[in-house]
T-cell receptor, first 114, second 114 residues
Framework: DAGVTQSPTHLIKTRGQQVTLRCSPKSGHDTVSWYQQALGQGPQFIFQYYEEEERQRGNFPDRFSGHQFPNYSSELNVNALLLGDSALYLC?????????????FGSGTRLTVV | AQTVTQSQPEMSVQEAETVTLSCTYDTSESDYYLFWYKQPPSRQMILVIRQEAYKQQNATENRFSVNFQKAAKSFSLKISDSQLGDAAMYFCAYSNPGTYKYIFGTGTRLKVLA
């Protein structure tokens, strides 16, 4: 049973560019959340998608946007990249009950902005 | 706003010994959920244990147990019979039924000494 899969695992981008990160949730899960984890910090909530809609959003600028597809997979897009966007981006999925029982996380995408 | 504090950046424990990781949180809610996640070098966040605030009984999962003190807003993790594979970053997280996001602490790095 595949868990949460994220691609790519590593990515290097130049300041000002745009990036798209991808996530496939665990089988049977329909909700996807995205987190940003800066070096030495805990993950910070970006947003959550359910039924192809953004259900909740954290304190991130509009440069961060997302999408969820009918098969529940999701993308995170970041425009006009800043050096401060360098971080590990984690995707988490859940089924019915949402975060009450704990999210299943992927291994993340390490984004480096130069 | 809710906050989660982990005051121990790093802890060490001898193999087979017991260690306790501390976590405090601040909330005005009466119903909420607390979690401990483990993040090994593989970067994937793995759920270790969860606690529902309305349950008096402390959660246990094999060698892992919590000491949940609701009045003191404290949620510590005890690892018994520590193993080399327990070495990782440990994050405490908070969520409540009115939201879908997790609020994470800054983490505690656990080193297990052979």
């Amino acid at each position: 049973d595949a868990g949460v899969t994220q691609s790519p695992t590593h990515l290097i981008k130049t300041r000002g560019q745009q990036v798209t990160l991808r996530c496939s949730p665990k089988s049977g899960h329909d909700t996807v959340s995205w987190y940003q984890q800066a070096l030495g910090q805990g993950p910070q909530f970006i947003f959550q998608y359910y039924e192809e809609e953004e259900r909740q959003r954290g304190n991130f600028p509009d440069r961060f946007s997302g999408h969820q597809f009918p098969n529940y997979s999701s993308e995170l897009n970041v425009n006009a990249l800043l050096l401060g966007d360098s971080a590990l981006y984690l995707c988490a999925s859940s089924g019915t009950g949402g975060g009450r029982y704990g999210y299943t996380f992927g291994s993340g995408t390490r984004l480096t902005v130069v | 706003a809710q906050t989660v504090t982990q005051s121990q950046p790093e802890m060490s424990v001898q193999e087979a010994e017991t260690v306790t990781l501390s976590c405090t949180y601040d909330t005005s809610e009466s119903d909420y959920y607390l979690f401990w996640y483990k993040q090994p070098p593989s970067r994937q966040m793995i759920l270790v244990i969860r606690q529902e605030a309305y349950k008096q009984q402390n959660a246990t999962e094999n060698r892992f147990s919590v000491n949940f003190q609701k009045a003191a807003k404290s949620f510590s993790l005890k690892i018994s019979d520590s193993q080399l594979g327990d070495a990782a970053m440990y994050f405490c997280a908070y969520s409540n039924p009115g939201t879908y996001k997790y609020i994470f602490g800054t983490g505690t790095r656990l080193k297990v000494l052979a």
